[in-house]
């Protein structure tokens, strides 16, 4: 895998929680916590929930089939349950997952 390989943008819809602005603070400053080597982190309200896209230029020593899934399994259940209230189901949806 390239240097180039290793860039990525991944998008998520956090549903089942309270779109708060607190909660949008704290969800900001646990997943800068948990990944430390993001460039970018952009979490926006929606109805019953969050935008959430975090923008990597290097998510090595992962590879392109287990990045996402740590992510996903991981990383944003844990942030969304130590900083968000839940209203229900917590929902998490890929959006988008673009790599270059």
């Known amino acids: 895998m390239s240097e180039l390989e290793t860039q990525c943008i991944l998008k998520y819809l956090l549903k089942g929680v309270a779109p708060e602005r607190g909660a949008k603070v704290a969800l900001t400053g646990e997943l800068l916590e948990l990944l430390p080597n993001a460039t970018a982190i952009t979490i926006l309200p929606v109805v019953d929930g969050f935008s959430v896209e975090l923008e ?45």
Do not use: K, M, W
């Open 56 to 100: 990597f230029a290097n998510f090595s020593p992962f590879s392109r089939n287990g990045f996402e899934p740590y992510v996903a399994e991981h990383i944003l259940p844990q942030a969304a349950a130590s900083s968000c209230t839940s209203i229900g189901d917590v929902q998490l949806q890929l959006l988008q997952a673009h790599y270059r």
